[in-house]
């Protein structure tokens, strides 16, 4: 049980375009997900907190405007990178919890995304 | 101040040997949460143990074993019976009080040597 999935797994765009990465909770409804960044060698830093129904909340520092996020279900949640730019390459992971005091945050495979 | 912090960026360990991978928290919460996960070169994050603040008992799962000292604000992961599919980086993490987010360190990149 508690499995999450992510596609795509990897994804390579040009400077500009916008790029989608879906999350999905398979077996179990997430009332909660969350979107984390992680830059080669470092450890996960979270973007945003994406809650079914509502405006996500985004950490200090993330822009909302150009990583926009949408949980519309309880088992998918998406993150648009806007007008993708190479500094935005990075590998993107996001994690799901059921309930309102879930205590584990269940991980998808993560996504590889290069921005040439 | 760093609220996980890991003391080690790599350790190595023999096979079949076991091996403790440390993680000391900061918080003023009473109410807390510790998690280790494992991360293979793949990129998936697999979640291993977990702890809660009020838990007298240390955790166990399988090999997995949480040393968690609450006075030393410790919560060291200790694997037992090391394999060479261990191989990996581990991060620990925390949530605090009501929060849903976990705040992770830094990680150990652990190699199992045959």
């Known amino acids: 049980g508690a499995v999450v999935s992510q596609h795509p797994s990897w994804v390579i765009c040009k400077s500009g375009t916008s790029v989608k990465i879906e999350c999905r909770s398979l077996?179990?409804?997430?009332?909660?997900m969350f979107w984390y960044r992680q830059f080669p060698k470092q450890s996960l830093m979270l973007m945003a907190t994406s809650n079914e129904g509502s405006k996500a909340t985004y950490e200090q520092g993330v822009e909302k405007d150009k990583f926009l996020i949408n949980h519309a279900s309880l088992t998918l949640s998406t993150l648009t990178v806007t007008s993708a730019h190479p500094e935005d390459s990075s590998f993107y992971i996001c994690?799901?919890?059921?309930?309102?005091?879930?205590?584990?945050?269940?991980f998808g495979p993560g996504t590889r995304l290069t921005v040439l | 101040a760093q609220k996980i912090t890991q003391t080690q960026p790599g350790m190595f360990v023999q096979e079949k040997e076991a091996v403790t991978l440390d993680c000391t928290y900061d918080t003023s919460d009473q109410s807390y949460g510790l998690f280790w996960y494992k991360q293979p070169s793949s990129g998936e994050m697999i979640f291993l143990i977990y702890?809660?603040?009020?838990?007298?008992q240390n955790a166990t799962e399988g090999r997995y074993s949480l040393n968690f000292q609450k006075a030393r604000k410790s919560a060291n992961l200790v694997i037992s019976a090391s394999q060479l599919g261990d191989s990996a980086m581990y991060f620990c993490a925390m949530r605090e009080g009501s929060a849903r987010q976990l705040t992770f360190g830094s990680g150990t990149q652990l190699t199992v040597l045959p």
């Open positions: 702890q809660g603040s009020y838990d007298e």
């Open positions: 077996d179990f409804q997430a009332t909660t």
């Open positions: 994690s799901a919890s059921s309930g309102p005091k879930a205590d584990t945050q269940y």
